[in-house]
C-alpha cells in the first residue's frame, strides 16, 4: 500500500522561504500524477500545484504562482514544493496527494486523488 509523510513545515516570518517534501513508501510515485493542496480551519481543502509524471509540466493556483515551486525527483520517490515570498495567508495546513488527474489540464479537487500524507504545518507570521 502506497503511503507518503510530507516534512519540511514550519514558522516562517513573512518574505521567507521555506521546502515541503513528499516522500513515499509502499510503492513507486514515477507513475503518478502528483499535486499539494492546503487548507485552512473552516475552509475547502484546495489544490494549489501539480507536476505530472515526468516534471516537466507544472500547473499553479493564480495565489501562488511565481511564488512557489513543485518538482519531483522519481530516483528519490519524492516530490517538493519550494515556497518562496511567503505570506500571512499562506498559513495552512499543507498535504500532498498521488495519483491526480491530468495535470495539463488543472490540479483537480481533493476527491480526484487517491493517496494523501496526513499534512504539515506551514505558519507564516511575524
Known amino acids: 500500500q502506497l503511503q507518503v509523510v510530507e516534512s519540511g513545515g514550519g514558522s516562517v516570518q513573512p518574505g521567507g522561504s521555506l521546502r515541503l517534501s513528499c516522500t513515499a513508501t509502499?510503492?513507486?510515485?514515477?507513475?503518478?500524477?502528483l499535486g499539494w493542496f492546503r487548507q485552512t480551519p473552516g475552509k475547502e481543502r484546495e489544490g494549489i500545484a501539480c507536476?505530472?509524471?515526468?516534471?516537466?509540466?507544472?500547473n499553479y493556483h493564480s495565489s501562488v504562482k511565481g511564488r512557489f515551486t513543485i518538482s519531483r525527483d522519481n530516483a528519490k520517490n519524492t516530490m517538493y514544493l519550494q515556497m518562496n515570498s511567503l505570506k500571512p495567508e499562506d498559513t495552512a495546513i499543507y498535504f500532498c496527494a498521488v495519483d491526480g488527474p491530468l495535470c495539463e489540464i488543472g490540479i483537480g479537487s481533493k476527491s480526484d486523488y487517491m493517496y494523501w500524507g496526513q499534512g504539515t504545518q506551514v505558519t507564516v507570521s511575524s
Open positions: 507536476v505530472d509524471r515526468t516534471g516537466r509540466s507544472t
Open positions: 509502499g510503492g513507486t510515485l514515477d507513475k503518478y500524477f
